[in-house]
């Protein structure tokens, strides 16, 4: 269709912004829907273009979602600060840190689009395990002087990844509600638990084989 001027009305055609408004269109639809139900005609409305700009421009949707979902934070660099206090309280301050991952505007659809979408998909779910073993949690198991560091640290991604499908994905009450506090206060003695107590016999990070 044109328009009295002579310009054609539809879809914004490509151009240097294209790319970065579909990947944010992207988050925004996986992180409603998850990778199952999320469309790439949704995410072409949502962004204002064309759905075979997004065939051009990233091939298909698992690898959209790949390039989606690239989590942007270096957690080596930000664990040192976590550990920046009194050892008592570095549970508290790890729930703290993993809650303002979350809730930071541009991470949270991100997140949730990726711990949806792991349900359902294993393209997900491998990114999802890559994030719990070689985010937070590893650069965790790399400052904790342990045999069993490893170990000790995916105990601690296994609950806080429990909380964050409560918090953010079931919206459960009143946890979904409560502050970043309240919920270090009673999250973090079980992290300290993990990373100090006697948890049975020494054990290898080593993979059997």
């Known amino acids: ?37 999320a469309t790439m005609r949704a995410i072409a ?31 080596t660099a930000v664990i040192p ?9 570095l549970g508290q301050r790890f729930v703290r840190f993993f809650l303002g991952l979350w809730d930071s505007g541009p991470a949270r659809p991100l997140l949730v689009g990726v711990l949806r979408s792991a349900m359902t998909d294993p393209v997900a779910a491998t990114m999802l395990r890559r994030i719990v073993t070689e985010g937070p949690v590893l650069a965790l198991a790399k400052a904790i002087d342990r045999p069993d560091a490893r170990f000790r640290a995916e105990l601690i991604g296994s609950q806080l990844l429990g909380l964050a499908v409560v918090r953010y994905v079931v919206a459960a009450e009143p946890i979904a509600s409560a502050s970043p506090d309240e919920i270090a206060r009673a999250v973090g ?12 016999p020494p054990r290898s990070d080593r993979p059997a084989g």
């Open 189 to 200: 003695p079980t992290i300290e638990r993990y990373l100090d107590a006697d948890l049975g």
């Open 81 to 89: 600060s976590v550990f920046a206090g009194p050892r008592a309280e």
């Open 1 to 37: 269709m044109t328009t009295p001027g002579g310009g054609r009305r539809g879809r914004r055609p490509g151009g240097e912004d294209t790319r970065e408004r579909i990947l944010g269109a992207a988050r925004t639809t996986f992180g409603e829907q998850g990778f199952e139900r």
């Open 45 to 75: 409305g949502r962004a204002g273009v064309d759905p075979a700009l997004i065939h051009h421009y990233f091939g298909t949707k698992q690898q959209l979602f790949l390039a989606a979902m690239e989590v942007p934070v270096d957690f």
